[in-house]
């Protein structure tokens, strides 16, 4: 994998580490090449994931470790009655069939069944192979066929009619259940004879290295491939990101701690937080959608603690605040309440990292002021109660997470992988630093190869794809996982993701482009929706754009134009493509000018999961984009 071997290494303890060791790696020219942070828990001799639920029944019974939401209310579940839940469930799974090493596939939307099902499954013995909601018959069929599953529980009537159809040619078809039509009462109600010892055995039978999951990649590009990830995997992620960051939610915050977990359970970042939550009896609530339009309310009515998203839903939040202000003739404050935001919170991280002089009695004075106009608004928007955030899945950018740390909510970026059972570095607590998705989560290494793409090794790796010896091999080297990913560590070890290896562009001219910094910002500003910067072959570059259909509402009312106004007249307005420009200007400020968007086009739709150009993870797929979009791109060099 190309990693140079002229290196020394130098070994520091750090406190925004939580007290966990870490050792850098340094070239002969005093470049850091490789981080290392120590473990803060222990490798387990014995047992699994699975052993969780009955953990926290047996030590604290009466604990509400979930929340569930009946007819708007947020009901109570005590370890006790989820572990007996869990139980009926793993009895009904065993008495319909499901034997030890058995694959039983999930497909379904965030909801606390899928809690139920995935603990059952392991409890029976079982592997869970989770299935995005939103899949098509096509990917459900290779799931299915490669996983081997033999069983499906999906969610709705309309994920059974895709199973049965992408399945109909299969030589064994799998038996399906589904939630809405009453899966877990019919489990429940066919296990009552199976005897609770059954069960009982099955979970004393898994250890560390037995199979958990397979976790099929959503990619951006090519067919999905299962991610073996066993019991220990698990542990190693959600115990260390326990031990990590548990303490600071709790303590800090004095309040119950409590997340509302709306990333999907097909995604492995939404499973490993839900297992850190319940192996630390943090209250969980489910609700069953990433949108924000749709996630405010219930943001509101469950008032988490923290959260774990992505850039997103804290641009949308953002841009919510900017609209809301300019509604009622505000709009110029709010800016100037962002402008302060962003030096307040760089004047703080810099006295408390580097021993600056911090925020002067003026910005403190503006920062006190704002708080009361705009500040405690977001935070409303949020439920109230929200102090931290973990985001994942692509760069949050710098400014935007600066106004949220002025606005009283310290976001901590994370980095991972499926194959790296979620996040492989975070931000650590009292060790902010915007710009970055922080240092190795304990017990995890990484380091940079000689083309700066990113290795990743240590527990949280997994150990090969499902029936895929081939791609396995190309990825993995004596435990180190070659990302596909580019990046650089700092002095301190923290990470900066600068792009994706197959992503990067070449201009006719010979100029290196990663897409990534500038669709990152882009999108950080309205009217942008998703973008697409293209440049791959072609004399300069160039982005295609999509309007975001609530900031484009919003921008014909305060302009008194008709509602229904065609997207094909908004995108040809001068006041719009002006406003875009200027979208476009921020971004280039990243870049140096051989770099920089020099045209962009406006396209009519948008990018999402249902026209294929989004991935789960609200992705760009870029290699759909472009055949999609393949005219506007010519006529972006026309």
């Known amino acids: ?62 604990d509400v470790v979930l929340r569930r939401e009946r007819d708007g209310v947020w009901h109570p579940v005590t370890a006790a009655e989820f572990t007996r839940e869990v139980t009926a469930v793993a009895k009904g799974l065993i008495a319909d069939g499901v034997e030890p090493g058995d694959r039983v596939a999930v497909m379904s939307r965030t909801r606390y069944e899928w809690a139920v099902l995935d603990f059952a499954v392991w409890s029976a013995g079982g592997v869970t192979v989770p299935v995005y909601a939103t899949s098509s018959a096509d990917q459900v069929e290779w799931i299915v066929r490669d996983s081997g599953a033999r069983h499906v529980v999906t969610e709705t009537p309309q994920n059974t009619a895709t199973v049965t159809t992408a399945t109909a040619d299969h030589a064994e078809r799998p038996r399906v259940r589904e939630l809405d039509a009453g899966a877990l009462d019919e489990l429940t109600s066919l296990g009552r004879d199976v005897p609770d010892e059954e069960v009982t055995g099955r979970r004393a039978a898994l250890t560390p290295d037995t199979v958990a999951t397979l976790c099929y990649t959503s990619g951006t590009t090519g067919r999905p491939k299962g991610c073996v990830l066993t019991h220990a995997n698990l542990h190693a992620e959600a115990a260390n990101t ?120 003026g910005l403190h004075a503006a920062r006190a002021l704002y708080d009361l106009l705009v500040y405690r608004r977001v935070r409303k928007e949020l439920g ?26 310290l976001i901590y970026e994370g980095y991972g992988l499926t194959e790296t059972t979620a996040a492989a570095t975070v931000v650590p607590p009292l060790g902010p630093r915007p710009g970055t998705v922080g240092l190795p989560v304990p017990g995890t290494a990484v380091r940079i190869a000689d083309d700066g793409e990113v290795h990743i090794k240590g527990g949280i790796v997994f150990g090969s794809y499902w029936n895929n010896p081939e791609a396995s091999r190309q990825v993995l080297d ?48 309205p009217p942008v929706g998703q973008c697409l910067v293209v440049g791959d072959n072609r004399p300069f570059v160039g982005a295609l754009i999509t309007l975001d259909p609530e900031t484009v509402a919003h921008w014909l009312s305060v302009r008194g134009l008709p509602a229904g106004t065609p997207m094909s007249e908004v995108i040809d307005d001068p006041r719009m493509r002006a406003d875009v420009q200027k979208a476009v200007d921020y971004a280039n400020e990243a870049v140096s000018r051989a770099e920089s968007i020099r045209a962009f086009r406006l396209v009519e739709g948008e990018f999402t999961e249902e026209n294929g150009l989004l991935t789960p993870s609200l992705k760009v797929k870029r290699q759909a984009a472009q055949q999609a979009f393949a005219a506007d791109i010519d006529k972006l060099y026309s």
């Open 384 to 409: 109230g109660r929200l102090r931290y955030a973990i985001s994942g899945g692509s760069p949050l950018e710098r400014d935007l997470n600066l106004f949220f740390y002025a606005a009283g909510i």
């Open 1 to 62: 994998m190309g990693v140079r071997r002229d290196l020394k290494r130098a070994t520091r303890r750090t406190g925004p580490a939580g007290g966990a060791g870490v050792e850098t790696t340094v070239d002969g020219d005093g470049v850091v090449r490789e981080v290392r942070a120590a473990p803060l828990a222990a490798r387990p001799a014995s047992g699994s994931t699975a052993d969780i639920p009955y953990t926290n029944a047996a030590e604290a019974p009466d």
């Open 478 to 525: 004596d435990g180190w996982f070659a990302t596909g990913d580019l990046g650089s560590l700092d002095a301190d070890g923290y990470l900066t993701i600068t792009g994706r290896k197959k992503d990067i562009l070449v201009t006719t001219g010979g100029k290196n482009v990663s897409p990534a910094v500038l669709e990152d910002r882009l999108r950080s500003r």
């Open 242 to 361: 326990v031990e990590l960051l548990h303490p600071i939610f709790k303590e800090v915050t004095d309040q119950t701690a409590s997340t509302l977990l709306f990333l999907p359970l097909a995604h492995i970042l939404g499973r490993t937080i839900q297992i850190a939550c319940l192996s630390a009896r943090i209250e969980v609530g489910h609700f069953p959608s990433i949108r924000p339009d749709e996630l405010r309310p219930a943001l509101k009515a469950f008032r988490p603690t923290f959260l774990v998203g992505v850039p997103y839903l804290f641009e949308k939040i953002h841009d919510t605040g900017r609209a809301t202000a300019e509604k009622i003739g505000r709009g110029s404050s709010f800016e100037r309440a962002h402008r302060i935001a962003v030096r307040f919170g760089a004047a703080h991280l810099d006295k408390l990292l580097h021993g600056g002089k911090g925020p002067g009695p």
